[in-house]
């Protein structure tokens, strides 16, 4: 029992010894304190004082442009045809009116030239044979007026100019004269469309001529 005591102090005796041996080596050693770096100093700035630029003046050259020149105008001057002598006929008597008991009349002037210039008989006698185109077709002047046209009293003349092919054919036309009644004028064309033709005759041959119709239009108390 005794034995164990005496070890423990004889070993913390040694422990002790120890310690104390290590702790004066260690004060022995001569360590070298730590060294702390201080930061450095900013670098100094340098400044420039620039004087500022003088401002840019753009010059605006102006140049003198002259005016384009225009070209005078030029005019062609368009081929004007001979005038077309006319005789006048006797317009024919009015017809009375079925329904109304008013009276409406239409006459045609067979006042023709061969072809597309004015009638007539050459120096040599070429054309001395010469038959204007003729109107075929019988114009019913009961049908003509409308229901308008006889309430506002419509009356006027309408004279046109057609050109007849050597086949009797309706190939072109122009009005004249017109009438100040838009009525008047658009029954006559409607009119115009159904006609028939008999062709110019030129030494027993057809040929190409101007015929010249004259419708008139008249109401009348019946």
């Not at 420039?48 to 003046?57: E, F, G, M, T």
């Not at 239409?106 to 001395?128: I, Q, R, V, Y």
């Not at 029954?187 to 006609?195: A, D, E, G």
Request: charged share 20%.
């Amino acid at each position: 029992m005794e034995f164990f005591p005496v070890v423990n102090r004889r070993f913390l005796c040694l422990l002790f010894l120890v310690v104390l041996t290590e702790t004066g080596l260690f004060s022995l050693l001569d360590f070298p304190a730590p060294t702390t770096r201080s930061p450095e100093p900013p670098k100094p700035l340098r400044l420039a004082l620039i004087p500022p630029s003088s401002p840019v003046v753009r010059q605006t050259v102006h140049k003198n442009i002259s005016p384009p020149k225009k070209n005078p105008p030029v005019f062609h001057p368009h081929p004007v045809s001979k005038p077309v002598s006319h005789q006048p006929v006797p317009a024919h008597s009015p017809l009375p009116a079925r329904d109304s008991g008013l009276l409406a009349s239409t006459s045609t002037t067979p006042s023709a030239s061969l072809g597309w210039g004015s009638g007539g008989t050459d120096n040599d006698g070429t054309w001395k044979n010469f038959t204007p185109p003729a109107l075929l077709s019988e114009i019913d002047t009961t049908r003509l007026y409308t229901k308008k046209m006889k309430e506002f009293r419509e009356e006027g003349d309408v004279v046109l100019t057609a050109w007849i092919s050597p086949e009797g054919q309706l190939v072109h036309y122009e009005i004249s004269v017109p009438s100040v009644y838009e009525d008047i004028n658009q029954v006559v064309l409607r009119l115009l469309k159904t006609l028939r033709f008999r062709p110019a005759m030129s030494a027993g041959k057809a040929v190409s001529g101007e015929f010249q119709l004259h419708f008139r239009f008249r109401l009348q108390s019946g």
